[in-house]
């Protein structure tokens, strides 16, 4: 039997994650659908047209280091190896914020997640992955120094986005030698419950994810894309 993809994505269980992890399983892939709430999770996937047994859910919180240590545990056991991780999951687009009047507790929880939850999940996950694995973060031109010059809003999801993006630089260095491709995607404006109504749909979202999915071995790696164009850092 031909070897199977493997690919986990976090935060899965509603908006972009889930249309990723939907189109992961129709192109083949096993999809672990991460969920902190796995109740969440287990719904989530009997909204997918998928075969069955094709997206596992697993319990995945990514800012508690021992929900992350757990799926990796259970991954190893069940599944092997990982192929591909989408660090999808993120919280609060903060536009009711200022950096000058900023709640720093709430600016700690929203780092906790948008930054260093995809930075420990990569860290439990590198090891479980092969020559030709790819990891995505899922960024935002929120955090793009050159996009969001002049603008003072979203100070917490900006700078979370921002250290998102230096950690695809950095990972790398490690990853690229051993065959892994390491990129950050803003999926654009998409209408979720983070986006909020008038952006693009869902469908859209996923494609710009799903294009470093998709890179040959030897395609770019520590870049930051949009629909597949370079976003200026
Ligand atoms: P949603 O708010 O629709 O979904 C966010 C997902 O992240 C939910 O499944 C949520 O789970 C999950 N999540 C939150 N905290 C955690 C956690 N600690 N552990 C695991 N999962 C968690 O957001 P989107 O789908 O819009 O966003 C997906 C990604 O795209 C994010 O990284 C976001 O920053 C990025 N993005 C989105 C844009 C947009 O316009 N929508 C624009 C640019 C970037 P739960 O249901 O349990 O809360």
């Given amino acids: 039997m031909a ?36 109740a969440k999770g287990e719904q989530a996937v009997q909204q997918l047209a998928v075969p069955a047994g094709r997206v596992r859910v697993c319990a995945l919180d990514v800012a508690d280091d021992g929900s992350v240590r757990q799926a990796a545990e259970h991954i190893l056991r069940e599944m092997g190896h990982v192929d591909v991780l989408i660090n999808n999951a993120g919280v609060d687009y903060d536009v009711d914020a200022d950096a000058i009047d900023a709640d720093l507790d709430r600016v700690h929880r929203d780092i906790e997640v948008n ?28 955090g793009s120094f050159a996009e969001t010059a002049g603008s003072g809003a979203t100070p917490a999801y900006s700078i979370g986005e921002a250290a998102l993006n230096m950690l695809t630089v950095k990972l790398p260095v490690d990853l690229r030698p051993r065959g892994i491709l390491v990129n950050a995607v803003c999926p654009g404006w998409v209408a979720t419950d983070m986006g909020g109504r008038g952006g693009r749909s869902v469908q859209d979202g996923a494609a710009s994810v799903l294009w470093a999915v998709d890179l040959p071995d030897d395609g770019p790696s520590a870049g930051f894309f949009c629909d597949g164009e370079p976003v200026p850092w």
């Fill in 115 to 142: 930054l260093f939850g995809a930075w420990l999940t990569t860290i439990y996950m590198a090891p479980l992955m092969r020559r030709g694995g790819r990891v995505v973060n899922v960024s935002s031109g929120a």
């Fill in 3 to 38: 070897h199977r993809r493997i690919a986990l994505v976090t935060g899965a269980n509603r908006g972009i994650g889930l249309q990723v992890a939907g189109d992961l399983a129709q192109r083949g892939l096993t999809v672990i659908l991460g969920a902190r709430d796995i």
